[in-house]
């Protein structure tokens, strides 16, 4: 079963031609209604991948108080 997760998982990555991944955990900084996005994976569209770090961080989770 651990076979066919990690096939499907190469799979989706590999075939990400417009798009680049990041992995790790990073935040948006908190909209006006108090919320935000976190999450472990990032697909970031290839335009954007020069200002991804400067919008979405790690520091951002910090920031927002986002221990786990």
Do not use: P
């Not at 935000?36 to 108080?65: M, P, V």
């Amino acid at each position: 079963m651990k076979k066919i997760i990690y096939l499907t998982v190469f799979l989706f990555l590999a075939n990400c031609s417009t798009h680049s991944v990041k992995l790790g955990k990073r935040c948006t900084k908190i909209a006006d209604d108090n919320t935000y996005e976190k999450s472990l994976i990032w697909l970031i569209d290839k335009k954007n991948i020069k200002t991804f770090d400067q919008k979405i961080n790690k520091k951002n989770c910090e920031i927002n108080g986002d221990n786990g």
